[in-house]
Structure formats: structure tokens, C-alpha cells
């Protein structure tokens, strides 16, 4: 039974590797769509994408360039957690008083 259950464990490993990336990379979408309709500059951020091990958040400009945090300001990395909480919101489809509130 051990040996059988670790075998089915080692076949699902792909496949939800695969379905993690998925799953982050749509995150990623509505944080960045959150992102740009709360932000008033549109160019600043063209792509955000989500490392699916690490979870780390990185901001690219329309150009492919990384942009770094510090370049942002203090009210723009504010709003970039408030959009994670709000993408973070959307993809879960559950009601949120919090994301209520913001809106």
C-alpha cells in the first residue's frame, strides 16, 4: 500500500505543477487588471507575473523591462497589495467585505 501510494504521489506531481502555474499565471491577470484600474499612470505597468514557487510578484514595463520596487512610489506599492488583496478576491469568487469596501 505505501509503495502504491507513493507511486500515484510521484504521477500527480506534474500535473499539479502544471495546474499551480495555471492557476498563478490567471491570478497574476486580475492583480494586474486590478493594478492598472486603480493606478492613474496605464504605461507604467504592462505585465505582472507571479513566480508559481516562490510567489514573488514581478512588475514588467511596456518595453519587457523588470521594473523594481524601489522605482515605485509609496502610494503605488500600496497600491499594488491592495490589488493582490482585490486579484486574490476575484480569482477565490468569494464575497469579501474588505473588497467591498474599496470599491
Known sequence: ????AQQVRESCKPS???SSKKHVA????????????LLRKR????ELRI?????????????????SSDRLSA???QLLAV??????GR????????LRILL
Do not use: Y
Open 51 to 67: 513566480d508559481p514557487k516562490e510567489f514573488g510578484v514581478e512588475l514588467r514595463n511596456g518595453d519587457g523591462r523588470t521594473i
Open 16 to 18: 499539479g505543477q502544471t
Open 91 to 98: 480569482a477565490s469568487d468569494a464575497p469579501c467585505r474588505l
Open 43 to 46: 504605461t507604467l505597468v504592462s
Open 26 to 37: 490567471g491570478i497574476g491577470r486580475l492583480v494586474l487588471d486590478s493594478f492598472q484600474h
Open 83 to 88: 490589488s493582490l488583496l482585490w486579484g486574490l
Open 1 to 4: 500500500m505505501v509503495a502504491h
Open 75 to 77: 502610494g503605488e506599492r
